[in-house]
């Protein structure tokens, strides 16, 4: 079901930033989780992805050892933190959530059944 939006970010020291989702009628625990990045005329792009069955995670090459997926379970909340960002980053990124396999996000470009609203993300030179 869908996430409550607007993701919310919080800054922390140097350049790190950590965007929240947060469920209040539904478990993340019972879905699998995705954070995407979208731009206007560009489809949506899978940034990473957690599963629920093993907590399985997958990244995007571009983000590998800069951003990391967590799912809270006692405040009922996922995050994405995000780390050593770059100018490139810019974009909004949503939080998903799906009772199906992320997989097929990943290889065959389907997408989750829902959303968060987004929330922009511009990182400046």
């Known amino acids: 079901v869908q996430p409550v939006e607007p993701a919310v970010g919080s800054v922390q020291p140097r350049w790190s930033l950590i965007l929240s989702c947060a469920a209040t009628?539904?478990?993340?625990?019972?879905?699998?989780i995705g954070w995407f990045r979208h731009a206007p005329g560009r489809e949506r792009e899978p940034v990473s992805c957690?599963?629920?069955?093993?907590?399985?995670?997958w990244s995007a090459d571009w983000v590998k050892g800069r951003f990391t997926i967590a799912r809270d379970s006692a405040k009922n909340m996922i995050h994405l933190q995000m780390n050593n960002r770059e100018p490139d980053d810019t974009d909004v990124y949503c939080c998903?959530?799906?009772?199906?396999?992320?997989?097929?996000?990943?290889?065959?470009?389907?997408?989750?059944?829902?959303w968060g609203q987004g929330t922009q993300v511009t990182v400046s030179a």
């Open positions: 998903a959530d799906d009772q199906l396999d992320y997989s097929p996000w990943i290889v065959a470009g389907s997408t989750p059944d829902y």
């Open positions: 009628s539904f478990s993340f625990n019972d879905f699998n």
């Open positions: 957690m599963a629920t069955s093993d907590g399985g995670t």
